[in-house]
């Protein structure tokens, strides 16, 4: 049977360079909102002779999210499930954010649970910006009612109680939508194990993606301060993201579950660790 990686955000930086890896060994099933983007990215990887798909896809959307599910499992067995797609502060407001990053992780992580094949690995796509924050124990009692009817208002009630500046407000909801993303894959990873499947997280560092080429353009001073934290002292590039992500669903990554892969040139570790010169 046909082997298939469904990739959201598959038009996106890292997506796309995620199926030029994925696309070697299965056929990819690329998911995103805009259309156009979706059949240049399409066009791109079918020229290496990859056999690919789209699928039109708002995250946020339940049905459509349980529509890629379903239309993927009729190409043939699910082995990978990568998850990347989400937005950032740079041009996305705080609510949209909540419910991108977050409604869209829940959706895919239980829309494909009961699809991935035996041997499968689920990864969802966290941020480095999850490690900026101590988490407050509310965030997780709060998360832990993810189920639960108000389960958003009471993310956005945080947001609420952190003030007017809509750029802080933004900031923050990346920040708690990206803190979830790790949470929510280390509390399914019992459920994955019992199917024999993996689930985990990837935080990105600064990976110059279209994503990241916004913050660059548009707040110079906050990009260049970024890079200044960064002992790679350069951007990360979405070939090693790539290759990083095609490991974790290889079989040498078999027992590496339930975990977040942090992968930031050694920011994080630079900026809360004091430093050997
Ligand atoms: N680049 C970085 O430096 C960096 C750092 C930390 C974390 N990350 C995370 O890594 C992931 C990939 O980022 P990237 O740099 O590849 O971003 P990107 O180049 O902006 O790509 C984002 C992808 O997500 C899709 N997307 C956005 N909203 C969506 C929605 N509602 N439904 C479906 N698809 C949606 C976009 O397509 P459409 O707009 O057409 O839907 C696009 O394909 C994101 O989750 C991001 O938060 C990135």
């Avoid at 796509?125 to 124990?137: H, I, L, N, Q």
């Avoid at 993310?155 to 803190?179: C, H, I, M, N, T």
Wanted: charged share 20%; glycine share 8%; proline share 3%.
């Amino acid at each position: 049977m046909k082997m298939i990686s469904v990739i959201t955000g598959g038009s996106g930086g890292m997506g796309k360079a995620i199926a030029r890896e994925l696309g070697k060994d299965t056929a990819v099933v690329l998911a995103a909102r805009n259309e156009q983007k979706l059949l240049a990215a399409q066009k791109e990887l079918k020229e290496l002779g990859y056999e690919v798909y789209t699928f039109q896809t708002d995250i946020q959307n339940e049905k459509q999210v349980q529509d890629l599910a379903s239309y993927a499992a009729s190409l043939g067995s699910i082995k990978n499930v990568i998850h990347t797609s989400g937005v950032s502060p740079t041009d996305t407001d705080a609510d949209s954010i909540l419910r991108i990053n977050v409604l869209g992780t829940l959706y895919v992580t239980n829309a494909f649970y009961p699809l991935l094949a035996e041997g499968g690995t689920l990864i969802n796509f966290a941020s480095v910006a999850a490690y900026t924050m101590e988490p407050d124990s509310k965030w997780y009692e709060v998360y832990d009612s993810w189920n639960e009817e108000g389960f958003l208002g009471r993310l956005q009630e945080f947001l609420a109680a952190s003030g007017d500046d809509p750029f802080f407000r933004a900031g923050f909801a990346y920040v708690l939508s990206k803190r979830f993303v790790i949470y929510y894959s280390q509390k399914n990873v019992l459920r994955f194990g019992k199917k024999k499947c993996r689930i985990l997280s990837v935080s990105p560092g600064s990976y110059l993606t279209p994503m990241h080429q916004k913050l660059i353009d548009n707040q110079p001073d906050t990009a260049e301060s970024q890079l200044d934290l960064i002992p790679a002292a350069r951007w990360g590039h979405p070939y090693e993201i790539a290759a990083l992500t095609a490991f974790l669903c290889s079989s040498g990554a078999g027992f590496i579950s339930g975990v977040d892969i942090l992968a930031d040139g050694g920011q994080t570790a630079n900026t809360f660790i004091e430093q050997l010169e």
